[in-house]
């Protein structure tokens, strides 16, 4: 089965970055989108950034400009830049596969990202 294991979370000032990846166990990168997602307590999970298998990106307005995901088949995983953090940002960040809604049904444990004012 396949399992995705986010990394690269932390703790930075607003105005600061940070490059988050998720590898997953097996080569699903080559023929499938992958997104970022995020979570805040309190907040429904949220689709932060898509890479399509060809490398078509999508972002959600929030973080258009900030973010860029990009994706590494021969290394199955893939990556979120960002930049700019702002405070709204703070959340736990998942990655999964599918460009519009999550297609694999077990989340990984996700990376707290937490941007202070």
């Known amino acids: 089965q396949v399992q995705l294991v986010e990394s690269g979370g932390g703790l930075v000032q607003a105005g600061g970055s940070l490059r988050l990846s998720c590898a997953a166990s097996?080569?699903?990168?080559?023929?499938?989108?992958m997104g970022w997602y995020r979570q805040a307590p309190g907040k429904q999970r949220e689709l932060v950034a898509t890479?399509?298998?060809?490398?078509?990106?999508n972002y959600a307005d929030s973080v258009k400009g900030r973010f860029t995901i990009s994706r590494d088949n021969a290394k199955n995983t893939v990556y979120l830049q960002m930049n700019s953090l702002k405070p709204e940002d703070t959340a736990v960040y998942y990655c999964?596969?599918?460009?519009?809604?999550?297609?694999?049904?077990?989340w990984g444990q996700g990376t707290q990202v937490t941007v202070s004012s």
């Open positions: 999964n596969a599918g460009r519009y809604a999550p297609a694999i049904g077990s």
């Open positions: 097996e080569n699903i990168f080559a023929g499938n989108a």
């Open positions: 890479i399509t298998s060809t490398g078509r990106t």
